[in-house]
């Protein structure tokens, strides 16, 4: 079965980096389309990045375009979110995803999800 697993969120100061992984258990991981998203308190959740299945295509929220990187390590199955110059506006619950369709991580109804993993930027 199919489990993903987050680690890497925190505390850390306006400006800073952190590093998000998510390692997948049961599945070949180049054969998914992957994403992370966000959900602040009181806020909907929202996409923030995405590698599409096959050609590997990556996308970003605007809000987070230059400062956010996805990648993705097939051999380890696991993938990532370095995020750098983080703002408190970035203070959310992070969680990872993952779906054999690209279209469905891209409108967050992914089949897979992880338990997400707190990221708090003070100011």
């Known amino acids: 079965q199919l489990q993903l697993v987050e680690s890497g969120g925190g505390l850390v100061q306006s400006g800073g980096s952190l590093r998000l992984s998510c390692a997948a258990f049961?599945?070949?991981?180049?054969?998914?389309?992957i994403g992370w998203f966000r959900q602040a308190p009181g806020k909907e959740r929202e996409g923030v990045s995405c590698?599409?299945?096959?050609?590997?295509?990556?996308s970003y929220a605007d809000s987070v375009k230059g400062r956010f990187t996805i990648s993705r390590d097939n051999a380890k199955s696991t993938f990532y979110l370095q995020m750098n110059s983080l703002k408190p506006e970035d203070t959310a619950v992070y969680y990872c995803?993952?779906?054999?369709?690209?279209?469905?991580?891209?409108?967050?109804?992914?089949?897979?999800w992880g338990q997400g993993t707190q990221v708090t930027v003070s100011s």
């Open positions: 049961g599945i070949r991981l180049d054969s998914y389309a």
């Open positions: 590698i599409s299945r096959g050609d590997g295509t990556t």
């Open positions: 995803a993952a779906d054999a369709s690209s279209g469905r991580v891209l409108l967050g109804y992914a089949s897979y």
